[in-house]
């Protein structure tokens, strides 16, 4: 599991997928997120602006990171 370290309180679900390089655009966040192919804390989630917080672990194809507080 690969540790992602944000400066904020939260970051929204697709701008974590990019900002972790597991997409490569916007619009590729946006469809893997509403084809339910993204997963928050073992549920998936439809919802790309979903706010993730440290501690939140987000599952995507064979990628998983956990987010922490830098």
Same mark, same amino acid.
């Given at each position: 599991?690969?540790?992602?370290?944000?400066? $904020?309180? +939260?970051? !929204?679900?697709?701008?974590?997928?990019?900002?972790?390089? =597991?997409? #490569?655009?916007? #619009?590729?966040?946006? =469809?893997?997120?509403?084809?339910?192919?993204? !997963?928050?804390?073992?549920?998936?989630?439809?919802?790309?602006?979903? !706010?993730?917080?440290?501690?939140?672990?987000?599952? +995507?194809?064979? +990628?998983?990171?956990?987010? $922490?507080?830098?």
């Amino acid at each position: 599991m690969e540790k992602i370290a944000i400066n $904020t309180e +939260f970051i !929204k679900l697709d701008a974590l997928l990019k900002y972790a390089a =597991l997409v #490569g655009t916007g #619009g590729e966040a946006k =469809l893997v997120i509403s084809e339910g192919m993204v !997963k928050v804390n073992g549920e998936v989630c439809t919802m790309r602006g979903k !706010k993730i917080r440290p501690g939140d672990v987000v599952s +995507f194809d064979r +990628f998983t990171v956990e987010v $922490t507080q830098a």
